[in-house]
C-alpha cells in the first residue's frame, strides 16, 4: 500500500507543483486536500509553464487521476477556467478528475469581505481569493456546497439566505453597497451544468481505489507554518496544510497513511504579513529574491526572503511526521561565498528549546547562525548526487542533520530533468 502526503514544510512555494508532477508518475491517484485558488504550483516542463491553483498537479500525467476532497474551498468560476487553460494546452480533464460533493464553494461574497477585512486594522496580507470568509461560512454551517449546486431549489434557497445576511453586514458595517441575489443565483445555476461530470463521493471512491492496491499522493497546499492551528497565528491561513489535514480533507482515515514527504526550500521565503526571524531585508534578501524568482504565483507579490530555518523546519518535520524531504531550489545558493542556516533562536536572552508560534514571540527572537562555506559553481545541470561539489554535499547534510530527516530528492532548477534522486 502507498498511500503519500506531501506537505509544505515553511511559508508555502517549495516547490510542490514540480515535485508532485515528478513523484505523480509513480502514483495512480493525486488529491489535493485543502486551500482553494490561493494555491500556486508551477510545473515548467520543458519551455511550457504551467500554474495550477486548484486542480492537483498530476493532472500533467495523463494516466494518473486526479481528486480536489471535502477539504478544498473551490470557487467555481476559477476551477472552470482552469480547466479551459488546460484543455487549450492539450490537456483533457474529463474522466479523470473528481471533485467531492462535500467541498465549500466560495461566493462572491467571500472574495468580497476578503478585501473588505484586508482594508481592516488587523491585516494578514491574503491572496485575496474570498478563502478565509469561506471557511467561516463552513465551520459556521452556513456554507454552500457542492452537491448544492445539484439541487437548484436548495442552492437558491441557501444563496437567498446567506445573501440576506451579507448584505445586511455590508450595509449596517461595512457602508458598502448591497449584492445582486439574482444575478448571483443566475451565475451559479450555470456552474451546475459544467460542474456535474465531476462531482463525486471521494471517500466512497477514493477507499475503494484503495482496497484495489491503487497508489495515492496527497498533494498539500501553502505549508505547515501557515496551518490554521500549527503555523505562525494570525499570519496563516485559514485551513490544516499539515499532513494530518490529508485524512480530514478528504476521509481518509490515518492508519490508511504511509509516508509523509517534506518539500523543503534550501532557503525560506514567505508572502504576506508575520513574522520571518531569518528574514533579509538587505541584498543578500534581494540576490535571493533575483536568482530565486520569487514572486508569487498566484498574486505576483514579490516573496519575502531569508536564509534556511532549520529550527523551523524541524518543528515542522515533527508536526508533520515527515520521514524524508525533497531539497529543493539548492541552485538558487550556488553564487553565495557564505551560506547561513539557522540552528535556532533566542529569546529574551535564552535558548528557546521548542519552536515559539505565538507573533509577539517570534516578531522579537534573535536567530542563531552556523556559516557554512558556499560552492560557487553553478549545479543546474547536475544529475547525479556524487557530481555535486563536497560544500554543497554539506550543506545537505547539515539540514539533514538539523532537521531529522533523510532528503530523497534535490531539485536544482524547475525543470523535470532537474532533478536528483537518491
Ligand atoms: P509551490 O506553490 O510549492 O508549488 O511553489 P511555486 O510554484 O509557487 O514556486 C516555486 C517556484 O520555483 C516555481 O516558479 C518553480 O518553477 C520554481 N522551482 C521549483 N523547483 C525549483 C528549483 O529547484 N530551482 C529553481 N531555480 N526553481 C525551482
Ligand atoms: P502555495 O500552495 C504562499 C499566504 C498569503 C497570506 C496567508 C493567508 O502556492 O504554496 P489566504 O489567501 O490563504 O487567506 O492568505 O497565506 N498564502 C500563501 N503563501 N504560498 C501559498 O500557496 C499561499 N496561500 C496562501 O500570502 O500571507
Ligand atoms: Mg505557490
Redesign the pocket.
Known sequence: MSISVLV?SQ????G?GKIVDILSSRFDIVARYQ?GA????TIQIDDKQYILHLIPSGILREDVECIIGNGVVIDPKALLDEIFFLKQKGIETSGRLFISQNAHLIMPYHKLL?SIHENSEQK??????G??PCYIDKYARKGIRIIDLLNKHELEKKIRMNIEEKNNLLRKLYNHEELDVDQIINEYLEFDEAIDPYVKDIPSYLNTAIGNGKKILMEG???AL?DVDHGTYP????SNPVAGGACVGMGLSPTKITSVIGIVKAYTT?????PFPTELTDETGEALRQIGAEY???TGRPRRCGWFDAFLVNYSRMINGIERAAITKLDVLSSFENIKVCVGYEYQGKKLKTFPTADFILNNVQPVYEVLPGWKADISHITSYDDLPLETKDYLSFISIACGFEISIISVGPKRNQTIEL
Open positions: 509544505g511559508w508555502g512555494d517549495e510542490k486551500g490561493n494555491a500556486g504550483h476578503d494578514i496580507g491574503t491572496t485575496g481569493r478563502i478565509g497546499a501553502q505549508g501557515l499570519f496563516v491561513t485559514s514567505r508572502v504576506g504579513y508575520g508569487g504565483a498566484t
